[in-house]
């Protein structure tokens, strides 16, 4: 696939990125449709940053049922992990945002707030693939990878999907590459070499691991 990475292929992918890159910023700051099966699927959820400032009061109220739950050194763990993670996104979404304000000769600061620097950088990459800017493209696809990693990381603290580990004992009958599994076991192995993603389902991977030990 690399070999036809020119011209209007190359744009094509841009703009599959920016497909993804809006599927994943628009499910953090508006509302959307868990696209597979499971409990949560097919009504419409709140926007997963409002969904972590929700989870973190929630876990402070449950810890002071006193009179003292705004101390914040009775704050719990829970509490911070879903803040420090919107301070992060918030973050890196400012310095990809910062380094599309430089590109475009913007003088426009990055917003502090997570809701309008996704918004912000969102809107800069549309403007970006729109305009058919090539030298912006390497950076449409470092928004992509980030995008994608913060929605990864929101869905398992949230709980809509959990961790993954990778298998230390046995690796792909097909290419040899790694296989992982979620952590608590519920899903099919997979082969995480994007070139094989070999898919081993779950009734058959007890065995796999049995003749691989
Ligand atoms: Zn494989």
């Known amino acids: 696939m690399a070999k036809r990475l020119e011209g209007s292929g190359l744009m094509s992918l841009t703009y599959a990125s920016l497909v993804r890159i809006e ?16 409990s949560r699927g097919g ?34 763990p829970g509490n911070q992990i879903a803040m420090y993670l919107v301070d992060q996104i918030t973050e ?24 309008y620097v996704l918004a912000d950088l969102l809107h800069y990459c ?23 990693q913060w929605v990864k990381q929101v869905r398992i603290l949230l709980k809509y999907d959990v961790r993954e580990i990778i298998l230390g004992e046995v690796s792909c009958h097909v290419c040899g590459g790694k296989l992982a599994v979620a952590e608590d076991a519920s899903t099919d192995v997979r082969c995480i070499d994007s070139s094989c993603a070999e898919v081993y389902p779950r009734s058959q991977w007890v065995q796999m691991l049995a003749d691989g030990a």
């Open 23 to 38: 599927a994943f910023i628009g499910s953090l700051v508006s509302e959307w449709i868990e696209p597979h099966e499971g």
């Open 43 to 76: 009504a419409p959820q709140k926007p997963l940053i409002a969904q972590l400032y929700e989870y973190s009061m929630t876990m402070t109220s449950k810890a002071g049922s006193g009179h003292s739950t705004n101390k914040p050194e009775s704050r719990p």
């Open 92 to 115: 890196e979404a400012r310095e990809l945002y910062e380094r599309f304000s430089v590109a475009f000769n913007d003088n426009v600061r990055a917003s502090s707030i997570a809701w």
């Open 126 to 148: 549309r403007q970006a693939v729109n305009g058919d800017i090539v030298s912006l493209y390497p950076l449409i696809r470092d928004v992509e990878h980030a995008s994608a």
